[in-house]
């Protein structure tokens, strides 16, 4: 159908720019970020409004939850009946909301995820901490706008006697920002807006000591530092972790398991069970044995330890880095300031709004009291003037035609006055009903003058708003059940860091390097002469027994160290895979030695043109692929030996078969470098290194790896100095340039 009027061009860009940002302030107004007043989104508003409207007071009956949300969605918020139920349940949930502002009769889902029963089967009615936020809404303290139809109104904000933003915390994602605020406990929110009021210019350091922290539903500890928290109340943004709080439960015969009480805000118990049972069956998590879920009410998750020697804190370490014992809840206080504008604000700000809206809300409550009382006494003294003149005003009443007129113009009544005097009973006209009228006329004079006096003075209405929350931190203070705090705070974790035994199952194995480069992983310590198998034409190079909690160390010709974790090296199984793979090696270099990790060593790293230096074992230790470098070569030089550092000397023997040894302390200890002159070399260069005690002499092993001890008187001709040609070895010496015994070896 063609459409009416004549087409119109216009602009994409400007369209598309004018409908999204429409579209972007209604997601930020009226959909994801709460008011700072009274701590509420549009949709929460809505429900209590509604249920108020209901008469679904706190000492009333229930009635049922789709009777809410259909008036709800009827009147005031045209969304889907199950987003707005959603609203409500959550509301409910006492493990969700830290103050439930409604009380939910039936299942309103729990804490392992379990969505709550369908509406037609759940009832509900308000809370008290919903009565204070209503309290007052009749007696013109906020402003109210038409609804989405206009056939009704509501509120644009809650008068909001209770700290709700803060107190039960908030969570949304607009367009282009968000807002994640933790609950906290309302005791301490009273105690700080109360310092706040007497002094206005409170520092966020003062502030953070009375509120040091959220107060979680489900309870917890914050580890996190108190530097870090006032930072983040200062600011706006920051986070806090949360860890699960745990004991140990003594068993028989010595035995022990550990039992979570409480866990993390807004972790799902079931997918936290089960999220340890895949990690368990991972073999992620060595030191544990077993995870069981025996919760009733009170949350019980019990954790068995795979020993009774295992340390609980370095099993705790260990499961709160790999799953969600441990959580980090953000803060981001991104609300919308009186209703209108997003903003990020401090604690001390979000405090100031509530107190100046509570202030506003006691002006307006106040002008409307005056008010009515206003015209209340306007009425009673024209009761009196009935009274003094009874016998006139029943004859103009019985005989005048328009006894209005009659009584405005002879009394000086007003026209309400008039009406109130036609409107009386013949009851009323009895002596003491006069003096009833007397005394109330009396007491709204004395109430009229003393409100006068209050909106006067400024420290007279600061002074009934401190009242008013006094009477909100007594009825929430924290030895009432639902005020008491729940999340207590700790340092920063006794355990530095977790030992990698805590991640990683310790089992023996065997690492096989081949002469071709490809490396695997054994189970268990293989002995020298058991069958491995190589590729055709490949054979063995490096045979190692180590740990799958080790770290391996490989040195190459570049004179690069790199890391390899036992636990990730290749199976077994098949020949493995090369190493080139696991490590960023440039193309024509090679491994020169391989050895297990021991951090407290030192190595004696030197070159082919007869370079070296000691190197603490504890610096080589690479974090990337590429390695570490650490004995530099230029040119054609390369990496050709790496020993471990002990004894006093150093022996040294190039590829023309020429021998040196001089004192081990002429050798620098440096991190990165060159190195020193070990040996001369007119032609060739350096075949191998060794450090060895003089006094037990020096062992060389030859090719069937048979030793042989050269003794200290043996070796006198070849003692000299650093960077010495050297000569021939002596008499006995294993053919070759080699000390041979494999790394390390005495």
């Avoid at 919903?130 to 206009?150: I, K, M, N, P, S």
């Avoid at 068995?304 to 980090?328: C, G, Q």
């Avoid at 929350?469 to 355990?495: C, E, M």
């Avoid at 977790?498 to 189970?523: D, F, L, N």
Wanted: with cysteine; proline share 5%; aromatic share 6%.
């Amino acid at each position: 159908m063609p459409p009416e009027g004549p087409a119109q061009d216009i602009n994409l860009r400007e369209a598309l720019e004018e409908r999204y940002l429409a579209y972007a302030l209604s997601t930020i107004m009226h959909r994801a970020l709460p008011d700072v007043r009274d701590g509420l989104k549009p949709v929460h508003r809505r429900v209590l409004f509604a249920m108020r409207q209901l008469k679904l007071d706190p000492g009333s009956g229930f009635k049922k939850c789709a009777r809410v949300v259909g008036d709800v969605i009827g009147k005031y918020h045209p969304h889907g009946d199950q987003s707005v139920y959603d609203a409500l349940v959550r509301l409910a949930q006492d493990f969700a909301v830290r103050y439930p502002m409604i009380d939910g009769q039936g299942n309103f889902g729990n804490v392992d995820g379990d969505n709550a029963a369908a509406m037609r089967y759940t009832e509900a009615r308000l809370t008290e901490v919903a009565a204070l936020l209503l309290d007052g809404l009749d007696e013109d303290t906020v402003d109210f706008r038409e609804t989405y139809d206009g056939s009704e109104e509501e509120p644009l904000v809650l008068p909001g006697a209770f700290p709700n933003l803060l107190a039960n915390g908030s969570a949304g994602i607009a367009v282009g920002m968000a807002t994640s605020i933790p609950p906290h406990n309302a005791a301490e929110l009273c105690e700080a807006a109360l310092h706040l009021i007497k002094h206005p210019n409170a520092s966020a350091a003062t502030l953070t000591g009375i509120v040091p922290g959220p107060d979680f539903p489900t309870g917890g500890i914050i580890v996190e530092s108190k530097e870090a928290i006032a930072e983040a109340y200062a600011t706006g943004r920051g986070g806090f972790r949360v860890r699960a709080r745990w004991e140990i439960e003594e068993l028989p015969r010595g035995l022990w398991q550990i039992v979570v009480t409480e866990i993390p805000y807004q972790v799902q118990k079931s997918k936290l069970v089960e999220k340890l049972a895949e990690l368990l069956m991972a073999k992620k998590l060595p030191l544990l044995e077993d995870v069981r879920d025996e919760s009733s009410e009170d949350i019980r998750l019990v954790l068995v330890p795979k020993a009774k020697t295992v340390d609980a804190e370095h099993l705790m370490e260990s499961i709160f880095r790999t799953s969600d014992l441990e959580n980090r809840f953000s803060l981001n206080m991104n609300v919308l300031s009186a209703g209108q504008v997003p903003q990020v604000m401090s604690l001390r700000d979000v405090l100031r709004a509530w107190l100046d809206h509570r202030k506003d809300v006691l002006v307006r409550r106040s002008n409307f009291r005056l008010e009515k009382i206003a015209k209340r006494l306007e009425v009673l003294e024209g009761y009196l003037v009935a009274y003094l003149n009874l016998d006139e005003v029943i004859r103009i009443i019985r005989e005048e035609d328009e006894p209005k007129k009659d009584l405005i113009r002879i009394f000086k009544l007003t026209d309400n006055q008039a009406e109130a005097i036609l409107n009386m009973r013949l009851r009323s006209l009895r002596k003491l009903e006069e003096m009833e009228i007397r005394g109330e006329h009396k007491a709204l004079t004395a109430e009229q003058k003393a409100l006068k006096a209050l909106l006067k003075s400024d420290d007279d209405l600061w002074s009934r708003v401190s009242d008013e929350i006094k009477d909100v931190k007594t009825k929430f203070g924290k030895n009432t059940p639902l005020g008491k705090r729940r999340t207590t705070f700790a340092d920063a974790p006794s355990v530095d860091f977790v030992p990698i035994e805590a991640m990683i199952e310790r089992e023996p194995i065997t690492i096989v390097y081949s002469a071709k480069g490809w490396i695997r992983s054994m189970k268990g310590h293989l002995e020298a002469d058991a069958d491995i198998k190589y590729k055709e034409g490949d054979k063995d190079r490096f045979i190692i027994h180590a740990e799958t909690t080790d770290k391996l160390i490989l040195f190459g010709t570049d004179g690069r160290f790199y890391t390899l974790p036992c636990d990730k090296l290749p199976s077994g199984r098949g020949h493995g895979e090369p190493v080139r793979l696991l490590i960023d090696m440039e193309e024509g270099r090679d491994v020169v030695q391989i050895f297990v990790h021991q951090p407290d060593r030192k190595l004696l790293v030197a070159s082919h043109e007869g370079n070296g230096f000691i190197v603490p074992e504890a610096e080589v230790v690479a974090m990337r692929r590429a390695g570490k470098q650490v004995l530099n070569v230029t040119g054609t030089d390369e990496a050709v030996a790496c020993t471990v550092v002990q004894g006093d000397h150093v022996a040294v023997i190039g590829e023309n078969r020429k021998l040196v040894i001089f004192p081990l302390k002429e050798v620098n200890e440096m991190t990165r470098g060159k190195g020193v002159r070990l040996q001369k070399y007119k032609d060739g260069g350096l075949g191998d290194v060794k450090c060895f005690t003089l006094k037990e002499g020096l062992i060389v092993y030859d090719r069937s790896n048979r030793a042989r001890n050269f003794s200290q008187s043996d070796l006198k001709e070849w003692r000299g100095e650093r960077a010495q040609a050297g000569r021939l070895p002596p008499k006995g010496y294993p053919s070759g340039y080699k000390f041979g015994g494999g790394f390390g070896a005495a």
